[in-house]
């Protein structure tokens, strides 16, 4: 049915005939469940995997490190096969080797995980075209699911994706009231797409970089297609340079981006031999991704050079505001001071970075002298570790930041009173059965949440530490009573024990009650549950995107337009941001999606 602005429509619901027919209307995640999960004893020396490949590491791999970290499977476009692929394992070994991320696709399931992933999503996809269908059922929505208000648009085009969105300031969602939305295409196009919500009229800026540049990692932008994609053939679609990740408001409505400027080689200022305060402690060669900003006001954007790589990034607090924190740098902690970039425009003399050193002596400082990450703990000197963070978050409690690692922990960061030469951290390990750190973000009392690829939240209260925080027993598996795990609603894969099958990308905490169910609220992206997840009150609370069936997010943030203005006021905005737009409910033709997501205060309210 057609439609248009300012038009009514009277639908009217109807039962399906059977249950294969109302299966189609399932969120992903009820057919994502059915995939098969080689059992323990295929692990190690008896298996036909890498030996060191543990089986948390695998479904970490099947889920947010890896194949849902750029598509959501289980829609109907990816528990079907091409017809010209084949079916079971081949068809598996040939879909996977399509489009310009076949190489890296391939690299990761034959190379990582030794081909073993081919036979079992063969057998899934032949299951289903045999007519399996999901062992559960999911639920009506209930409570406040029923009061969702949900706004979709459409932007950019039909054969490049969004990576994210930003809408505000995160530190006061006042900014950029009604505003502009700004999205990041990562490595699809260096043509930035901006959305109006009022006039709902979208433009695109453009991603500069410096003369020279190439294209973005040679696996993705402009790569040659490993085998033709069955929508796209041998064309390529990505031709990114600027590689723009994440976006990031300041407080005078300026974006910031995770974004490349230049090709990898850094400055001397950066390496060995310079007399750069963060350069003499920890020389730098190399930096993949750097900054970058807009300026709506002027529509200028402006190149920030930075030695170290970034990925996501959030302003600081209070005394600290003016500091832009990154993750991204591998194995260092990397920041700019963004007023005095403002004023100078001098990126050397305006950044800094930490190599992450443990304070494993215990004397409260950081001593010249600390051991390399392999070295064996000495109880006499401190030690560096490599937790390169994914996330980053500042924390409203005391100066110090946060970050996730994918290497099964979060991290605290201390900058001190001179850094980098003050700059200490901690880090405390995810306890098992719980695995796979991805996105993360911190509540007003300094409690960190994190999506998890074993299919739940989990949340670490450092307040909660009894032993100490410092000193040689202090590396990681210190404060286990620090933890707290929610699991994820929906399905989970058979044989493994209860678990769900939701494989969430990012968390972000609604600090200021921006969406209505009330502040320091966690939410994640549901990923394979078609919609955003919150926890409210040990209550997972699931926003499904009815319409169209696909949507898939990974970043949010929350908006408050008028505070007088009730539920109309307020509201979450993200992207869908699976990297092929075309394989959700429209098929190809479809492009990425501007969703806003509002909560009234009962199902009728107008």
């Known amino acids: 049915m057609r439609t248009g602005p300012g038009k009514t429509l009277n639908l009217t619901a109807v039962l399906a005939p059977d249950d294969a027919t109302a299966a189609q209307y399932y969120p992903a995640i009820h057919w994502y469940s059915m995939l098969g999960i080689p059992g323990e004893d295929e692990f190690g020396s008896n298996g036909d995997m890498p030996e060191d490949l543990t089986q948390a590491d695998y479904i970490g791999i099947m889920s947010n490190r890896g194949c849902v970290v750029c598509h959501q499977l289980g829609q109907l476009a990816t528990r079907t096969i091409p017809e010209q692929f084949g079916t079971g394992t081949e068809g598996w070994i040939r879909r996977t080797q399509s489009g310009q991320a076949g190489g890296a696709m391939t690299a990761q399931l034959a190379g990582t995980i030794g081909n073993v992933p081919y036979e079992y999503f063969g057998a899934w996809t032949d299951r289903i075209a045999a007519g399996e269908l999901p062992h559960t059922k999911p639920v009506r929505p209930m409570g406040e699911e029923r009061n969702i208000v949900v706004t979709v648009r459409d932007w950019l085009n039909d054969k490049q994706y969004l990576h994210d969105l930003i809408s505000t300031d995160k530190r006061n969602p006042t900014v950029n009231a009604y505003g502009p939305v700004y999205g990041s295409p990562e490595y699809s196009t260096d043509d930035f797409p901006v959305l109006d919500p009022l006039t709902n009229k979208a433009w695109t800026i453009k991603g500069e970089t410096m003369p020279g540049t190439t294209y973005a990692r040679a696996s993705h932008a402009l790569a040659e297609p490993a085998m033709p ?4 053939g041998d064309e390529t679609i990505w031709n990114s340079r600027s590689n723009n990740h994440n976006p990031m408001f300041d407080d005078q409505g300026r974006v910031w981006y995770a974004a490349r400027v230049r090709n990898e080689a850094n400055p001397d200022y950066c390496k060995a031999g310079s007399d750069h305060p963060s350069a003499i402690l920890t020389p730098l060669n190399r930096s993949g991704r750097q900054l970058s900003f807009y300026d709506p006001k002027t529509e200028d954007y402006v190149l920030v050079d930075t030695c170290f790589g970034t990925h996501h990034l959030q302003f600081g607090l209070r005394e600290n505001s003016h500091m832009l924190y990154t993750s991204g740098g591998g194995s260092v902690f990397g920041w700019i001071d963004a007023k005095k970039f403002l004023e100078t425009r001098d990126a050397e003399s305006s950044m800094g970075w930490s190599a992450m050193v443990l304070d ?81 973000d911190i509540d007003s009392e300094g409690v960190v949440w994190v999506s998890l690829g074993s299919g739940h939240l989990g949340s670490f209260d ?48 609604d600090q ?58 307020r509201g979450l905005w993200t992207t869908s941001g699976d990297r092929t737009p075309w394989m959700m409910e429209g098929g190809k033709g479809s492009k990425p999606l501007v969703v806003h997501f509002q909560l009234r205060p009962d199902p009728l309210a107008k």
């Open 360 to 440: 494993t002596n215990g004397n409260g400082k950081r001593d010249e002298g600390y051991l390399a990450p392999n070295d064996a703990v000495d109880p006499t000197k401190d030690k560096r570790v490599f937790a390169g963070l994914y996330a980053v978050m500042p924390s409203p409690l005391d100066g110090s930041v946060w970050g996730t690692a994918m290497s099964n922990k979060v991290v605290r960061i201390a900058p001190g009173a001179n850094p980098p030469e003050t700059t200490l951290t901690e880090v405390y390990n995810i306890p098992a059965p719980y695995f796979g750190p991805r996105g993360g």
């Open 462 to 509: 450092r307040r909660k530490c009894k032993g100490p925080l410092n000193g040689p027993e202090a590396t990681g598996d210190h404060c286990p009573e620090g933890w707290n795990f929610y699991q994820y609603p929906g399905p989970g894969f058979k044989g493994i024990g209860p678990n769900s099958a939701e494989a969430s990308y990012y968390s972000w905490v």
């Open 512 to 569: 200021h009650n921006t969406f209505g169910l009330g502040k320091d609220v966690p939410m994640s992206t549901g990923n394979l549950n078609d919609g955003l997840i919150a926890l409210k009150d040990d209550k997972m609370i699931t926003m499904r995107v009815p319409y169209p069936m696909g949507f898939y997010a990974k970043g949010l943030d929350g908006r408050i337009d008028d505070a007088q203005a009730g539920w109309k006021g």
């Open 229 to 232: 994609s069955a929508y796209w």
